[in-house]
């Protein structure tokens, strides 16, 4: 088909809110290793310094420091140890047994969007795929089982370095547009929720120039209440100033605005 641009999108945040599954497997981890329960803003403002994508590299890094910052004699888990927990807790068994059979955190998961909005896309002759740090038996779950996407275009996590390296947005990207980067070439955004997720399109301007990277940022759902619009407004604004060129806090704002993100 015609091809007027392609969108890749993050899962977590964006996809399904994992307010109470991956964060509160985070929360709960930390909580076992530490006796301390880090508030889901605690988690923010680990992830805004853009290197913390890797939930179990981030509940490893909470329990260190709050291990240090208060000067206990605890010793920190391994990470195996911290992904043994994790895993139990998001999953509630083994992620290779069959869905049905999960019992973990990973049911409280709400989607965010439904298929008809990726039929919305290709009927406007936009592409679209999925890179995520996500744990490929979850991203199938909810692109496959949840949303009914048939064999969806999906970068996950081990099929490539971690966000913010752009190897996996710019692997799938390429594989999707099946041309060249570069002044000719459809545009390429990414939606995601995290400063990481920013700077994986910052990261691949550096590889191709000529290409145009659109970087999109969505608020997260936990932030978007009455009472945390203070919190909301903050978070937009580090999003911004990380570099990105639009943010936005539904995935249905696309489509107000997709001729404009796609216009020569």
């Given at each position: 088909?015609?091809?007027?641009?392609?969108?890749?999108?993050?899962?977590d945040?964006?996809?399904?809110?994992?307010t109470?599954?991956?964060?509160?497997?985070?929360?709960?981890?930390?909580?076992?290793?530490?006796?301390?329960?880090?508030?889901?803003?605690?988690?923010?403002?680990?992830?805004?310094?853009g290197?913390?994508?890797?939930?179990?590299?981030?509940?490893?890094?909470?329990?260190?420091?709050f291990?240090?910052?208060?000067?206990?004699?605890?010793?920190?888990?391994?990470?195996?140890?911290v992904?043994?927990?994790?895993?139990k807790?998001?999953?509630?068994?083994?992620?290779?047994?069959?869905?049905?059979?999960?019992?973990?955190?990973?049911?409280?998961?709400?989607?965010?969007?439904?298929?008809?909005?990726?039929?919305?896309?290709?009927?406007?002759?936009?592409k679209?795929?999925?890179?995520?740090?996500?744990?490929?038996?979850?991203?199938?779950?909810?692109?496959?089982?949840?949303?009914?996407?048939?064999?969806?275009?999906?970068?996950a996590?081990?099929d490539?370095?971690?966000?913010?390296?752009?190897?996996?947005?710019?692997k799938?990207?390429?594989?999707?547009?099946?041309?060249?980067?570069?002044?000719?070439?459809?545009?390429?955004?990414?939606?995601g929720?995290?400063?990481?997720?920013?700077?994986?399109?910052?990261?691949?301007?550096?590889?191709?120039?000529s290409?145009?990277?659109?970087?999109?940022?969505?608020?997260?759902?936990?932030?978007?209440t009455?009472?945390?619009?203070?919190?909301?407004?903050?978070?937009?604004?580090?999003?911004?100033?990380?570099?990105?060129?639009?943010?936005i806090?539904?995935?249905?704002?696309?489509?107000?605005f997709?001729k404009?993100?796609?216009?020569?």
């Amino acid at each position: 088909m015609q091809t007027r641009g392609l969108i890749l999108f993050d899962i977590d945040g964006v996809i399904r809110d994992v307010t109470n599954s991956y964060r509160l497997s985070v929360q709960k981890t930390v909580l076992k290793f530490c006796n301390w329960e880090p508030t889901t803003y605690d988690i923010d403002a680990l992830k805004n310094e853009g290197i913390w994508n890797n939930d179990w590299d981030l509940t490893l890094e909470l329990i260190k420091r709050f291990i240090n910052q208060n000067k206990l004699s605890l010793k920190p888990p391994t990470r195996d140890k911290v992904i043994k927990n994790f895993e139990k807790l998001y999953f509630g068994c083994n992620p290779n047994e069959n869905y049905l059979k999960w019992s973990g955190f990973i049911n409280n998961e709400k989607l965010l969007i439904d298929k008809n909005f990726f039929n919305f896309l290709t009927l406007n002759e936009i592409k679209w795929g999925f890179v995520s740090g996500a744990e490929l038996p979850s991203a199938k779950f909810i692109l496959e089982n949840r949303l009914k996407l048939h064999n969806p275009p999906l970068i996950a996590m081990n099929d490539a370095p971690d966000k913010p390296n752009p190897e996996g947005f710019l692997k799938l990207a390429n594989s999707l547009l099946e041309e060249d980067f570069g002044r000719n070439c459809p545009p390429v955004a990414y939606v995601g929720d995290t400063i990481a997720d920013i700077q994986t399109i910052l990261n691949a301007r550096e590889f191709h120039p000529s290409q145009r990277f659109i970087s999109i940022g969505v608020t997260p759902p936990h932030l978007q209440t009455l009472k945390n619009s203070h919190k909301q407004s903050q978070y937009e604004s580090k999003l911004k100033a990380a570099g990105a060129d639009f943010i936005i806090r539904s995935l249905i704002d696309l489509k107000k605005f997709h001729k404009e993100l796609f216009k020569t």
